[in-house]
């Protein structure tokens, strides 16, 4: 194979519609653009989803669902995500430091999934009832924090 050979497979590359060129060419006259109206015109602008002034489809479709705003605010940790954190003491800055909660994150609350092999001190983090017995089942303790949820 050389270079000055080299050419793309039949069908692959088609030729460019000219539009425009008289009513033997397939496009002229209105150059396939209809008759009159936004969209016949150089550069007619029409916003995407715009119908032309009926209530647009996303607009006439139901809300669904819930989106909590809370949300972006809340961090949920595996148990065995404890195992990444290098520090003794896990409170939700060095969650942080470990890349496990989001840095936006105010809260987190560690779930059981997963299984801890260490044993860690929990400090002003979240824990349910399982993942409580399953940390001080490996030797760690958990400290409460006196702030309100």
Same mark, same amino acid.
């Given at each position: 194979?050389?270079?000055?050979?080299?050419?793309?497979?039949?069908?692959?590359?088609?030729?460019?519609?000219?539009?425009?060129?008289?009513?033997?060419?397939?496009?002229?006259?209105?150059?396939?653009?209809?008759?009159?109206?936004?969209?016949?015109?150089?550069?007619?602008?029409?916003?995407?989803?715009?119908?032309?002034?009926?209530?647009?489809?996303?607009?006439?479709?139901?809300?669904?669902?819930?989106?909590?705003?809370?949300?972006?605010?809340?961090?949920?940790?595996?148990?065995?995500?404890?195992?990444?954190?290098?520090?003794?003491?896990?409170?939700?800055?060095?969650?942080?430091?470990?890349?496990?909660?989001?840095?936006?994150?105010?809260?987190?609350?560690? *779930?059981?999934?997963?299984?801890?092999?260490?044993? *860690?001190?929990?400090?002003?983090?979240?824990?349910?009832?399982?993942?409580?017995?399953?940390?001080?089942?490996?030797?760690?303790?958990?400290?409460?924090?006196?702030?309100?949820?």
């Amino acid at each position: 194979m050389r270079l000055n050979t080299i050419k793309s497979s039949p069908g692959t590359k088609k030729v460019r519609l000219r539009v425009g060129r008289g009513a033997s060419a397939g496009q002229g006259k209105t150059s396939g653009r209809g008759v009159k109206g936004q969209r016949a015109r150089k550069g007619g602008y029409h916003k995407v989803g715009f119908e032309g002034g009926q209530m647009p489809l996303q607009r006439r479709m139901p809300k669904v669902g819930f989106r909590s705003a809370m949300k972006a605010t809340r961090a949920e940790v595996r148990l065995s995500e404890l195992n990444a954190v290098t520090a003794d003491i896990i409170d939700l800055a060095a969650l942080k430091a470990a890349g496990v909660v989001p840095i936006f994150a105010l809260q987190a609350k560690v *779930v059981l999934s997963g299984e801890i092999t260490r044993a *860690v001190t929990l400090r002003g983090v979240g824990v349910t009832k399982g993942a409580a017995e399953a940390i001080a089942k490996a030797g760690g303790t958990i400290e409460v924090a006196a702030a309100a949820e």
